[in-house]
């Protein structure tokens, strides 16, 4: 099946600072989603990216498909930005079309 | 306002109950999935569903059942029968379209079992 591999696993940094997260996945996809899990619980849709580039505000997103990666860029980086940012792939595994989480970007943010 | 709610948010369950998950969505989309969060790691599909009466087993059903007997509720049984049930639940949608298929998630249900 489709392996989606995140890094890095764990990110620290101090506020103001920029980061790139990168997304890493072993075939090609439909689709691709970035998602910021807040300390809830919730599941936040930040892109949904399956190719080419999008920004919101301070967060941007690249999907190269052909390469098979995607990088999410946060630019001056707030506490509330702390939590864990997920990758998500839908493509076909097990023999069905579905969305493949990988393991996640851990980030806190200091003041 | 539209969105996803599944309810209870706290559920605490003795062994060998079955207990019942519910999930709503007023989105008018066709597909609904559950999926199973561990501490530390990412979601696994457990069951998702893409039309009314119809649904299919995710990477991990063994122990789980669901109904889809309207096109807003996709409710989410966990059986006795679920060796390890302490989890987070999370329930999400989609159109379903080929086309854009972007999935929403609702709040969550943490799930304890004593």
């Known amino acids: 099946g489709i392996q989606v591999e995140q890094s890095p696993p764990d990110l620290i940094l101090q506020e103001g600072a920029n980061s790139t997260l990168r997304c890493n996945f072993s075939?090609?996809?439909?689709?691709l989603q970035w998602f910021h899990q807040n300390p809830w619980g919730q599941l936040i849709n930040l892109f949904y990216?399956?190719?080419g580039t999008k920004q919101n505000g301070r967060l941007s997103a690249t999907t190269v498909a052909t390469e098979r990666y995607s990088l999410l860029y946060i630019s001056s980086s707030q506490t509330t930005d702390s939590g864990v940012y997920f990758c998500?792939?839908?493509?076909?595994?097990?023999?069905?079309?579905?969305?493949?989480f990988g393991a996640g970007t851990r980030l806190a943010v200091h003041p | 306002d539209g969105g996803i709610t599944q309810s209870p948010k706290y559920l605490f369950r003795k062994e060998g109950q079955n207990v019942t998950l519910s999930c709503e969505q007023n989105?008018?989309?066709?597909?609904m999935y559950w999926y199973r969060q561990d501490p530390g790691q990412g979601l696994r599909l457990i069951y998702y569903?893409?039309?009314?009466?119809?649904?299919q087993k995710g990477d991990i059903a063994e122990g789980y059942s669901v109904s889809r007997e309207k096109k807003e509720s996709f409710p989410l049984t966990v059986t006795s029968a679920q060796k390890n049930p302490t989890a987070f639940y999370l329930c999400?949608?989609?159109?379903?379209?080929?086309?854009?298929?972007?999935?929403?998630f609702g709040p969550g249900t943490r799930l304890t079992v004593l």
């Open positions: 990216i399956p190719s």
């Open positions: 569903s893409q039309i009314v009466n119809d649904f």
């Open positions: 075939d090609s996809v439909n689709n």
């Open positions: 998500a792939v839908e493509g076909v595994s097990g023999g069905y079309n579905k969305l493949i």
């Open positions: 989105l008018n989309h066709d597909a």
């Open positions: 999400a949608s989609s159109s379903g379209q080929e086309s854009y298929n972007e999935q929403f």
